[in-house]
């Protein structure tokens, strides 16, 4: 039962949006007895500013979970912004803290570092390419940067989207050695796809596979498919392995501590989950 002290975290997306987090966010609530709840609500663009704020005015709205197309507007909406949401340009989560100051933070890229440590690899110190540079792959490399990423490669088709990016990074992380321009997989112990090549059949792979030395790491955020082409050629050739699936499971624990209930794993997640992967 939801009561005036149960805390609201509001799931914002566009009307249309399919929305996935209540089915995993709920579940773990009333197993664990935390008393809140996350509410799927659509919102169009044009409404969302006034709309944003005026949420924060109901007394146990306690935070927001936020989608496209609204990740980028939400940046301009609230109080602070963490280094992360900062490098991202993006805001997908947001808090109001005890003196009713909103937080934004981003946690696509938080999802999939953490996915990256829990099956062992290393990033502080390594080097990371990035391959696509828009919302989803500049949240990654601003995670890997604050996770002590020694060396960082970004390739956009957008040159301009690389190089933006590229000095977002310098200037929060002056110590990481960024380079833009290539993509070529030779010399990087992790190697990332952040764009949508491999959601439809007979897309090329992002990366010339035959120049991932074998035991690099190969990461891939496309969910539509487990084991996209790119990951089945990299496994073929004994490279460790990420699918996009495991960022969004890994990247609930992150929401759940910046929100304060705790935190969780991925397979309690999925256990409880009526959504299933």
Known sequence: MITGRTRVIAHLGYPTEAFKAPMIYN???????????????????????????????????????????????TTGLVDELTTTAKIAGA??????????SLLGDMFDGAGFVRGVERKGKRIAGARALVIGCGGVGSAIAAS??????????????????????ADRLRQHYPDLQVATGSKDPAGYEI???????????????PVDVE???????????VMKEEYT??????????????????????????YLEFFGFGTSTPEELRQVATLKY
């Open 27 to 73: 579940p773990w609530f009333e197993k664990k007895g935390v008393e809140a709840v996350v509410v799927p609500m659509g919102v169009r663009p044009d409404d969302y500013p006034a709309l944003l704020k005026e949420l924060f005015r109901i007394t146990n709205m306690h935070g927001a979970l936020v989608t496209m197309p609204h990740k980028v507007t």
């Open 91 to 100: 805001c997908n989560a947001v808090l109001r803290r005890d003196d009713g």
């Open 144 to 165: 890997l940067a604050a996770a002590g990423l020694a060396a960082i490669g970004l390739f956009d088709a957008s040159t301009a989207s690389a190089e933006a990016l």
């Open 191 to 205: 190697v990332i796809n952040a764009t949508p090549l491999g959601m439809k059949p007979g897309d090329p792979l």
């Open 211 to 221: 120049r991932i030395a074998p035991g690099t790491f190969v990461g891939e955020v």
């Open 229 to 254: 082409p790119l990951l089945r050629a990299a496994m073929a050739k004994g490279c460790p392995v990420q699918v996009g699936t495991d960022m969004l499971f890994e990247m609930i624990p992150a």
